[in-house]
């Protein structure tokens, strides 16, 4: 009735375990499952069971995340909720034996962060069959054992538990042997006497049953071979057998040879020799003959796989009667196992700025010899920053023993020898491969110290003026060169709307188009920065040169080009040939060639009559003045610069051939006309001053009447009538070019035609170039200022003087 009981209970509980329930065991979520579930199935839904929402799970990124396992056995269907299976759970091989098999599963969510511990028990169903080690036992049993005599038979083995591992035993009936079991321990029990003339042999069926559902049972043969009744046993000639052995002995090499004696005649006296009880690391290293007793190699011997044997010998004669002998070989050790080099630690790479002395990495050598064939010496190669320090036994610290720099060297290859101290010594070898990672410890660094560019004025906006270039030797953005301009001015404007600076590739363009005669020069700065943390950098200097083009014309100060001014120059009429009557003064705002001035009479009233200076602008008499000679003469002169293509200028100047100034009735004209113009300005300093600048007027003339009577061609030869406001303030001459050096100078300048006379004394000029917008011009109005300026003072009176006797 109890077994009964026990198998239609069977179904219910099998269909239990199928049944899955949750329960909260201190705050933790649980589920149960039996093994062997298909992929897929639905474990529980754990988003219900938590309370969670469905519609956050895949915002709040859900997953699940086993522990202590490799495998992933469940995951979460966020469309549901469902807890699923992903693969196939054998309970055997997740927990083996033991009694409680638990998965642990952690839900995740984030934003924020929270975690639900859940367990997933695994229970056991019956897939596993009751196992004996072998399928066929064979026993030897004499036909004098008495009755109630025990033969001890291993038993099964199931990998199920509980209730699904073995539960009882069978034995198929028969006239001899009863089942007997206790505390799991099977023993065949004698019933009845064996008697070998009745039946010398008995096959008996041994059956393991388990207590699953459906009933899984494994069998094995038990064969019973009766023995004759035998006297004496076989008897060793030592208890115990020592032998040495030394590894790696070839085979069929004799250890040793045991030997047994029985008092028994015929075959009861025979003895055969036979290993008792042996491992299975040792059943296949040793044979032995079973009528000789020699005990030979028949397998590799291995000192460091087991220095010793311990094994039993058993002598047993013809009926089964045997005895047992102790044998105990004890292997050698030689040196036949090289160094083993293990690398347990390794920081790799190795930042180019770790300090002399850090540890890289930990070594450990082991030597499965013993003694001094286990003892080992270990070194590095040299011309390495490293070196191998001893620790505690076996073990080396790698450390450097220099500074890294990885623009040096980015790679090392180590190579670390062991050698033990055996004879002859055996050495092994390991090479560590170390990469240097860089820091960011090298600026960028140009090329060049300082660069120029050249480039011609009126340039296109954009155009390229040269290319910096800086190399850094780190790597990766440490390496990466970023270019830009360093602020600063020129000519009060800032620096960066005259150039700019690509921040790739270095190349430095033009932000305008510059002007010769304003910017002939800039230097600017341009740093290179890299893209390290944190970043460093370094600046050149960049001198950028404007060369000159021939784009200004000359431009004519004397006499003025509009002609709005009054240009007529007085020429005596006793004015022999080769006098100086007159000069050009031109300038032009280029430099060089560009500058180069000559000059041309391109027209005249009388073309023989007077000459000009190719690079002076000097107007001279060609020959003496005639009476014959028009009194008028009207001069084009043509000014040119020597550039590509070359530009002019032209002026008109007009020339009066007279001895006296009141013999030109146009001056006349033009003089009452300039003062007319003033007439309402100075009305009453006029009506007051009239006779003191009368008498000064006639003192005048009669000194200018004098010195023309006394060496007419001292005035006219070293003094030309040339207005001083036409004077430019800032020009410079190019030697020979004829634009006005500082060195030439004239000592006097008259005017003509005008009631008044300015004697004035030049100041030596510098050696900058006006601009042709900044040109004086005058008017006629302003000639009148300028001769009213002198006044008659005692120091222009002083220097009339001078100049008159000069």
Known sequence: MGDKGFF????????????????????????????????????????????LDLKILSSRKAR???????????????????????????????????PSCVVKVDLVLENPLELHRTSIHVQ????????FNDDFIRMEISESAEKGTRFSIEEAHDADIGQNAVQRYSLQKNDNFILAIDNNKVELVLENKLDREKKGDLNLILAALDGGSPQRSGTVVIHVTVLDANDNAPVFSQAVYKASLPENSPLDTVVVTVSATDADEGVNGDVTYHFGRVSDDEVNIFAIDPKSGKITVAGVIDFEEQSLFDMRVKAKDGLGLTSYAKLIIDVTDINDNAPIIDLKTLTNPLPENMSPGSEVGIINVQDGDSEKNGQVRCSIQENVPFKLVPSIKNYYSLVTTGQLDRELVSDYNITI??????????????????????????????????????????????????SVTARDPDWRQ???????????????????????????????????????????????????????????????????????VNDNSPQILYPAPEGNSFMTELVPKAAHGGSLVSKVI????????????????????????????????????QRDISESDSMKQNLIVAVKDNGQPPLSATCSMNLIISDNLAEVPELKDISSDEKNSKLTS????????VSTFFLTFIIIILGVRFCRRRKPRMLFDGAVAIPGAYLPPNYADVDGTGTLRSAYNYDTYLTTGSRTS?????????????????????????????????????????????????
């Not at 009305?683 to 001053?689: D, E, H, Q, R, T």
């Open 682 to 689: 100075y009305l009453i300093i006029a009506l007051v001053s």
């Open 124 to 131: 056991d169903i019956n897939d596993n069959s009751p196992l």
């Open 586 to 621: 031109a300038v032009d705002a280029d430099s060089g060639q560009n500058a180069w001035l000559s000059y041309h009479i391109v027209q005249s009233t009388d073309a023989g009559l007077f000459t000009i200076g190719v690079h002076s602008g000097e107007i001279r008499t």
């Open 478 to 548: 440490n390496g990466t060169v970023i270019y830009s301009l360093l602020p600063g001015e020129v000519n009060g404007a800032p620096v960066s709307s005259y150039v700019s600076v690509n921040g790739d590739t270095g190349v430095i363009h033009a932000v305008r188009s510059f002007d010769y005669e304003q910017l002939r020069s800039l230097k600017v700065h341009v740093m290179a920065r890299d893209n390290g943390s944190p970043p460093l950098s370094s600046n050149v200097s960049v001198s950028v040169f404007v060369s000159d």
């Open 64 to 98: 699940v995340d086993m522990e202590g396992t490799r495998k992933r056995y469940c995951d979460i269907n966020l469309n549901t909720g469902d807890l699923i299976t992903l693969e196939r759970i054998d309970r055997e091989s997740l927990c083996g034996k033991k």
């Open 758 to 806: 300015d004697f004035k004394f030049v100041t030596s000029y510098n050696d900058n170039t006006l601009p042709a917008d900044q040109t004086l011009r005058k008017s006629p109005s302003d000639f009148t200022d300028v001769f009213g300026d002198s006044d008659g003072s005692p120091e222009a009176q002083s220097k009339s003087k001078d100049s008159l006797l000069c």
């Open 417 to 466: 020898t062991a050698t033990d101290e055996g004879s002859p010594p055996l050495s092994s070898s390991k090479t560590v491969h170390l990469s240097v990672a860089d820091v960011n410890d090298n600026p960028p660094v140009f090329e060049e110290q300082s660069y120029s560019a050249y480039v011609s004025e009126n340039n296109k906006p954009g155009s390229t003026l040269c």
């Open 8 to 51: 239609w209970r069977r179904p219910i509980l099998r269909i239990a375990s199928f049944i899955i329930f949750l329960q909260f065991a201190h705050g933790e979520l649980s589920y149960s499952i039996p093994e062997e579930t298909k992929r897929g199935s639905i474990i529980g839904n754990i988003a219900k069971d938590l309370g």
